[in-house]
C-alpha cells in the first residue's frame, strides 16, 4: 500500500491524509481572509473558488504539470484550501492539502516538490502574521 494510506477495516483505502497548520490570528475573518489572499498571491496562488468559510487555493499551470510532470518547478499546479473560523479573539485560518498533491502527474519528484512549495507558502504567510503582531498561535495538522 503507498505510504500516507491507511487500510480501512473492509480493506478498501482510506482518505488521504491531510497535511497543514491552524494559524490563529486576532483580527476578524474578513480581514484574515484578505491578508492571507494577499501573501498567497505574492507566491504565486490565485483562488480558484471561494465560500464564506473557505478559499480553494490553485497555483502553477496544470499543462506545464501534464507535459512535464515533476519536472515542471514552479510551474507544478498545486492545490490547497484555506479555511477562515471564527473564533472568541479572533480567526482561525487552516491551510491544508492532501499527500496526493503533486503525486498523480510528477511523481515522488512531483510529490516532494509540492510538499516543499506548500510548506514554503504556509511558513511565509506565518511569518508575515507575526511581522504584523497578529500571530496568536500555530498548531499543526496531520
Known amino acids: 500500500m503507498p505510504a500516507g494510506r491507511r487500510a480501512t477495516p473492509a480493506g478498501r483505502r482510506a482518505a488521504p491524509a491531510r497535511h497543514g497548520r491552524v494559524l490563529s490570528v486576532s483580527v476578524p475573518p474578513a480581514e484574515a481572509a484578505a491578508i492571507a489572499r494577499e501573501v498567497l498571491g505574492t507566491l504565486g496562488w490565485r483562488v480558484r473558488a471561494q465560500t464564506p468559510a473557505t478559499l ?78 497578529l500571530l496568536l498561535g500555530v498548531r499543526e495538522l496531520g
Open 56 to 133: 480553494e487555493l490553485e497555483r502553477g499551470r496544470r499543462g506545464a504539470t501534464i507535459l512535464l510532470g515533476g519536472l515542471a518547478g514552479q510551474a507544478l499546479h498545486l492545490t490547497a484550501a484555506l479555511g477562515v473560523a471564527e473564533r472568541p479573539h479572533g480567526t482561525d485560518l487552516r491551510l491544508v492539502w492532501d499527500d496526493r498533491e503533486g503525486r498523480a502527474l510528477g511523481g515522488s519528484l512531483g510529490r516532494r516538490r509540492a510538499h516543499r512549495i506548500l510548506e514554503e507558502s504556509l511558513r511565509a504567510l506565518e511569518e508575515d502574521l507575526r511581522e504584523r503582531s
